[in-house]
């Protein structure tokens, strides 16, 4: 079987974002490379129009390069194997591959298989949602995990001592790696979906909901975090850069969503925000 292969070279803090946008030209396996990363689909099944859209969109702010042939088919987890190095986060959070031994202990460890997956914890975004959700109080509290990807970060929720995560993705092997990292994490109290935001229903709101997506869709489905949010609950979101705050804020403000903090690494940011009320 032979495979369409995108390769792709770009600035280190832009790889993330590209993927989850390629992905939406239906590319659906990806792999980080020295100058940016490869994306693979079975022969010729992505939408040209929307790569096209996509180069053209983040060519003004990145050297971008964009190049497709074909390849036969392999073992892309091998290949992940070659290249994955353990993460640390503030000297408290370890997410490993299950080949790894660490050096040490740490207060919290994650184990995970990311298959291609998004969130493997090297790209800044995941690591400020992890720093953050070190700070906020999840024990005995509902939360959301938008987007989920690999599920590390509905995983660190169900470390810190949240009740119940319902987590949701709209990529199918989003779902499957997830539910994957899941288990070997042996957190049973999430519960992971495939679908949009808007697509779901929910039965409770939450005391905690996290959204590391993108700016774009952050701000399409604010209202739908909002709606879902309990008063005084807390909403924590990165995907975006540090010049995208205010943008976010004003949105937040219009749905009774005030700042709590804010935080920056490379550029990336991470915001929390509180909704009003009791």
């Not at 987890?77 to 740490?106: C, G, L, S």
Request: proline letters at 3%; aromatic letters at 10%.
């Amino acid at each position: 079987m032979f495979y369409s292969r995108l390769q792709v070279i770009c600035d280190p803090d832009f790889s993330e974002i590209l993927m989850a946008e390629i992905a939406e030209a239906g590319f659906d396996t990806f792999m980080e490379t020295e100058k940016g990363f490869e994306a693979y689909t079975e022969q010729n099944r992505y939408d040209k129009q929307k790569l096209q859209e996509i180069k053209e969109k983040y060519r003004p702010l990145t050297n971008l390069v964009f190049y497709v042939d074909k390849v036969e088919k392999k073992n892309w987890n091998e290949e992940w194997e070659k290249n994955y190095e353990p993460i640390v986060v503030e000297d408290t959070i370890i997410i490993r591959a299950h080949f790894h031994t660490p050096a040490r202990q740490y207060p919290y460890e994650i184990i995970i298989t990311p298959k291609m997956s998004f969130g493997t914890g090297h790209h800044q975004t995941t690591h400020l949602m992890l720093k953050a959700q070190l700070g906020i109080d999840h024990q005995q509290k509902k939360v959301m995990d938008a987007g989920t990807g690999t599920a590390v970060l509905a995983i660190m929720a169900s470390k810190l001592g949240a009740t119940q995560v319902e987590a949701f993705d709209v990529d199918s092997w989003s779902v499957e790696n997830g539910n994957e990292n899941v288990a070997v994490n042996h957190c049973s109290n999430i519960n992971i979906r495939q679908g949009k935001i808007s697509e779901l229903t929910f039965t409770e709101p939450f005391g905690i909901i996290l959204a590391n997506i993108n700016r774009n869709i952050l701000l399409g489905e604010m209202d739908y975090y909002a709606r879902h949010l309990k008063p005084g609950g807390k909403l924590l979101l990165s995907g975006f850069y540090e010049s995208d705050i205010p943008e976010l804020l004003t949105k937040a403000q219009l749905l009774n969503l005030q700042m709590v903090s804010t935080d920056t690494r490379d550029n990336w940011a991470c915001m929390l925000v509180e909704k009003n009320g009791q």
